[in-house]
T-cell receptor, first 111, second 115 residues
Framework: KNQVEQSPQSLIILEGKNCTLQ??????????LRWYKQDTGRGPVSLTI?????NTKSNGRYTATLDADTKQSSLHITASQLSDSASYIC??????????FGTGTSLTVIP | GAGVSQSPSNKVTEKGKDVELRCDPI?????LYWYRQSLGQGLEFLIY????????KSGLPSDRFSAERTGGSVSTLTIQRTQQEDSAVYLC?????????????FGEGSRLTVL
C-alpha cells in the first residue's frame, strides 16, 4: 500500500534553533518527493523537490535529504524564524499522476 | 491569473443543502486536482482532470460529489445534500503538464462548514 508517514506530528522550538522533520514512504514506483509548507489558512507551497538520484538539496535555510534505498527523507530547518511556523507536508509522486501526502508536521516557533 | 483562485473562501451551509465550489487555475495548467483536507488529516484526493481526457473520479467519496471542468480551465466541485462529515477545506491544485516536475500549485482553499 502506498503510504507517506511523517514525524513528529507537532514540534515547538525556540526562535533561532534548528529542527529536523522526517518523512518515510512506501510509494512505489517512485518519481519524486517534495516538501511543501502550508501556512495557516493558505494552500501548500513547494519548498524543494528531490528526485531518485539526489541525496541533498538546499533552499535557503531549508535542506532536504533523500535516501531512496531506505525510502526516507528529512527536512532540516536552520536558524528558525517565527515565520517558519506552519505545517510541513511531505508529498511523494507515483510514476503517474498520483500524489501521496503525509499528514504533515505542525511546527511552532516561539520567541 | 497569477495564481490559483478559489471561491468562496468560506461557506457555511445547512445539512441537506447543495454547495458549489469554484477553482480557477493558472493559465496553461492542463492538469487540475481537487483535494479535501480535514483537521489533522492529510490531503485526500478527490478527482483529477487532465486536458480532454476523462477525469479520474476514483477519489470521490460518494455519488453526492461531482466535478466538472469547462473549456480546460475553470472547475466546479459540487456537493449535493451536504452532510456534517463533508465539513473540511477543499483545495484545488493545478500542474503544468509540459516539462513536468510534478509541482502542484494550490489555491487557498474553500472552507466548508455544514451545520
Amino acid at each position: 500500500k502506498n503510504q507517506v508517514e511523517q514525524s513528529p506530528q507537532s514540534l515547538i522550538i525556540l526562535e533561532g534553533k534548528n529542527c529536523t522533520l522526517q518523512c518515510n514512504y512506501t510509494v512505489s514506483p517512485f518519481s519524486n518527493l517534495r516538501w511543501y509548507k502550508q501556512d495557516t489558512g493558505r494552500g501548500p507551497v513547494s519548498l524543494t523537490i528531490m528526485t531518485f538520484s539526489e541525496n541533498t538539496k538546499s533552499n535557503g535555510r531549508y535542506t532536504a535529504t533523500l535516501d531512496a534505498d531506505t525510502k526516507q527523507s528529512s527536512l532540516h530547518i536552520t536558524a528558525s524564524q517565527l515565520s517558519d511556523s506552519a505545517s510541513y507536508i511531505c508529498v511523494v509522486r507515483h510514476t503517474g499522476n498520483q500524489f501521496y501526502f503525509g499528514t504533515g508536521t505542525s511546527l511552532t516557533v516561539i520567541p | 491569473g497569477a495564481g490559483v483562485s478559489q471561491s468562496p473562501s468560506n461557506k457555511v451551509t445547512e445539512k441537506g443543502k447543495d454547495v458549489e465550489l469554484r477553482c480557477d487555475p493558472i493559465s496553461g495548467h492542463t492538469a487540475l486536482y481537487w483535494y479535501r483536507q480535514s483537521l489533522g488529516q492529510g490531503l485526500e484526493f478527490l478527482i483529477y482532470f487532465q486536458g480532454n481526457s476523462a477525469p479520474d473520479k476514483s477519489g470521490l467519496p460518494s455519488d453526492r460529489f461531482s466535478a466538472e471542468r469547462t473549456g480546460g480551465s475553470v472547475s466546479t466541485l459540487t456537493i449535493q445534500r451536504t452532510q456534517q462529515e463533508d465539513s473540511a477545506v477543499y483545495l484545488c491544485a493545478g500542474r503544468l503538464d509540459r516539462a513536468d516536475t510534478g509541482e502542484l500549485f494550490f489555491g487557498e482553499g474553500s472552507r466548508l462548514t455544514v451545520l
